[in-house]
T-cell receptor, first 113, second 115 residues
């Protein structure tokens, strides 16, 4: 049973446009969500996070939105750049006493120049 | 800071062999973890540790052992390698496993093939 789902394996976007990556979760105990970016042959790198007490967090070109009622979060990248081409993973954690991070399967973003 | 380092980068094992994947961090992080990445499966948590002497199981712990004798090191042991353990393994660390400072820093990975 996959608790964190990224239903789009891939996404292509034109340079300068908005990229929207989606993530759904099933566990209502999750209270902290993170996005990671991964280039080939490298480890993932942290991008942005959001606590369940917020519905939006912004960092430069990256914004994460959280809709708790729908158990859905999204990552917006504006404007998209060719260097953003990578695999993006969402992750969730939470519940009292848990230190487990559950990752989605990833979305491969390709930004076309 | 070197960050999170992993050795080796690549390894080929035969079924039944044992080996240890090394992970070290120099950021004085309390929380460390091991993941495996398989095609279409994302990153799955194997084991984690919230401090020296404390470890716990993740989603897919079978076939793996860990120990945490120091803050810096968190080795992952494969007891008897199986082809199903062919994967890319990532070690990660963070200041804390909870709260605002739990963004994890990942190592570069170890690509393991079991024949």
């Amino acid at each position: 049973d996959q608790q964190v789902k990224q239903n789009s394996p891939s996404l292509s976007v034109q340079e300068g446009r908005i990229s929207i990556l989606n993530c759904d979760y099933t566990n209502s105990m999750f209270d902290y969500f993170l996005w990671y970016k991964k280039y080939p042959a490298e480890g993932p790198t942290f991008l942005i996070s959001i606590s369940s007490i917020k519905d939006k967090n912004e960092d430069g070109r990256f914004t994460v939105f959280l809709n708790k009622s729908a158990k859905h979060l999204s990552l917006h990248i504006v404007p998209s750049q060719p260097g953003d081409s990578a695999v993006y993973f969402c992750a969730a954690t939470g519940g009292s006493g848990t230190y487990k991070y559950i990752f989605g399967t990833g979305t491969r973003l390709k930004v076309l120049a | 800071n070197a960050g999170v380092t992993q050795t080796p980068k690549f390894q080929v094992l035969k079924t039944g062999q044992s080996m240890t994947l090394q992970c070290a961090q120099d950021m004085n992080h309390e929380y460390m973890s091991w993941y495996r990445q398989d095609p279409g499966m994302g990153l799955r948590l194997i084991h984690y540790s919230v401090g020296a002497g404390i470890t716990d199981q993740g989603e897919v712990p079978n076939g793996y052992n860990v120990s945490r004798s120091t803050t810096e090191d968190f080795p992952l042991r494969l007891l008897s390698a199986a082809p199903s353990q062919t994967s890319v393994y990532f070690c990660a660390s963070s200041y804390s496993g909870r709260g605002s400072y739990n963004e994890q820093f990942f190592g570069p990975g170890t690509r393991l093939t079991v024949l």
